[in-house]
């Protein structure tokens, strides 16, 4: 429920349909500390926003079908469920559970984030249909109460909502915007098999020997963001969470040194993974990066997306 929220008539807005644009994530840095007893692992990370946009448009419903929520795929994708369980349909009806609208909506989703790779598709979408709903329904909860709510549905949803650049600390969702200046081209190499995420936060404990808290934001890579210095990004690069995910998938490591090798600045994995992030100095080289990763045949897919872009926001 909203904090301090005063029950409201449910409240129903004049818009007929609501487009909303949210922003898949890249982690610049994760260190994640020994799990606390609610299971979850306390996390320091760094979040930026990239042009890999997820669109929910929602739907005011006919008259005799009101009050359900439901969703299409705009593109159909086995991998992506439409019932209750899909992030945007919870999160439509988180929303409506907590204002007490009963109108239902319809949710039409178009996917660009790679799915189950580690880049918060699933979050980002949930983020957008918050927004679309919020709008269409008139409920007019603020952006901090929408915040609350992302918080309840997934620890990365809050991310999304905000965009940009910030840094995460307990489960990620605590967020603190960081200033980085200029853009930065990354390349995201996809993998045709996801990997779960629990998956690799097991294989992380079962290779963590030391119990530790979870590091701070090293200077140099705040520093970097803020100078808009790419090279000193690259090299700041951290994620905890990559010896695992190459533990599980250890072609992953071949990805990475093609490339670096292409000319990308450094290579990562993406949050949990199996999407390899890698950093080019320039539109350019970054085109280049894409093309050897395409023709080695390593890799589903290679997708450039400039970053940082805004969270999620109406567009129509
Ligand atoms: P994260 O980085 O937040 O752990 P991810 O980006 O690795 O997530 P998602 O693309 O969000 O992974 O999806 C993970 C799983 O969640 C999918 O395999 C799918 O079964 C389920 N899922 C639920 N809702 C959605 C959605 N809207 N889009 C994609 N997958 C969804």
């Known amino acids: 429920a909203v904090p301090g929220a005063a029950p409201q008539p449910p409240r129903s807005g004049s818009l007929t349909q609501v487009r909303v644009e949210a922003p898949g ?3 610049l840095f994760l260190s994640a500390g020994v799990p606390g007893p609610d299971g979850y692992h ?5 979040f930026q926003a990239v042009r890999l946009i997820e669109t929910v448009t929602a739907r005011r419903q006919a008259a005799d079908l009101r009050g359900t929520i439901t969703l299409t795929l705009a593109e159909p994708d086995p991998t992506v469920p439409t019932d209750a369980t899909n992030l945007a349909v919870r999160a439509a009806a988180l929303l409506a559970e907590t204002t007490g609208v009963g109108d239902g909506v319809d949710l039409l989703l178009r996917k660009r984030v790679p799915v189950a790779g580690g880049m918060a598709g699933g979050s980002a979408d949930a983020a957008a249909a918050l927004v679309a709903c919020n709008a269409l329904w008139g409920t007019a909860l603020t952006q901090a109460e929408l915040s609350g709510l992302a918080a309840e549905l997934g620890a990365d949803v809050p991310f999304p909502l905000h965009g940009a650049t910030a840094v995460g600390h307990g489960r990620g969702d605590r967020l603190t915007p960081l200033l980085a200046r200029g853009t930065y081209h990354w390349v995201f190499a996809t993998s045709a098999q996801g990997l779960s ?3 690799v936060f097991r294989r992380f404990d079962e290779l963590t020997p030391v119990a530790a808290a979870p590091a701070d934001v090293p200077a140099a ?7 808009g210095d790419t090279a000193a990004l690259a090299a700041a690069l951290h994620n905890d969470l990559q010896p695992a995910a190459l533990d599980l998938r250890p072609q992953l490591a071949e990805v990475i040194a093609l490339a670096e090798s292409a000319g990308a600045l450094r290579a990562i994995v993406s949050g949990s993974g199996p999407t390899i992030a890698a950093l080019a100095p320039d539109p350019t080289t970054a085109a280049a990066v894409a093309n050897a990763l395409n023709a080695s045949g390593l890799v589903a897919g290679a997708l450039r997306a400039d970053a940082p872009i805004a969270g999620a926001r109406m567009v129509g």
């Open 197 to 199: 995420t629990p998956a």
């Open 25 to 27: 994530k890249v982690n």
């Open 42 to 46: 306390p996390l320091t990370t760094v």
């Open 221 to 227: 890579l705040t520093a970097a963001l803020r100078d």
